[in-house]
């Protein structure tokens, strides 16, 4: 099968190491792996694959519904985490009564006068 013996003898020890360190490996304590936390509990995860595990477009439902209510938690995280460092530097948070400008009325009361005149001018040619 090999061409050459030493091939062959190469192959052999290596497999009975293999073999060996198998052999002296610790024994696992049981056929159960056990999580480091608490984790979630089975009923619950049960119940969400009965819902949404069993079926594609339950998953995927999953998953969209997911990805949207992060994307709007996350926006107003940012949203107000923005309004509240940027306070009064932004179009909606400036005070605008602070730049009122008392307007004459005087002014407007000659301009519309001095258009009466420059119509009636008009009237009579």
Do not use: Q
């Not at 619950?44 to 998953?59: D, E, P, Q």
């Not at 179009?91 to 258009?115: G, L, N, T």
């Amino acid at each position: 099968m090999f061409p050459n013996r030493a091939a062959a003898s190469l192959l052999r020890t290596g497999t009975a190491r293999m073999g060996a360190r198998r052999a002296a490996a610790p024994a696992a304590t049981g056929s159960v792996r056990h999580a480091s936390g608490p984790g979630v509990p089975a009923p619950l995860m049960s119940s969400w694959y009965n819902i949404f595990g069993k079926s594609n477009i339950m998953y995927i439902s999953w998953c969209v519904a997911g990805i949207l209510i992060a994307e709007s938690v996350t926006g107003a995280g940012t949203d107000a985490l923005w309004n509240s460092v940027n306070s009064g530097r932004t179009y909606e948070s400036v005070d605008w009564s602070k730049f009122v400008v008392e307007d004459d009325d005087d002014d407007d009361d000659e301009d519309e006068d001095e258009d009466e005149d420059d119509d009636d001018d008009d009237d009579d040619e």
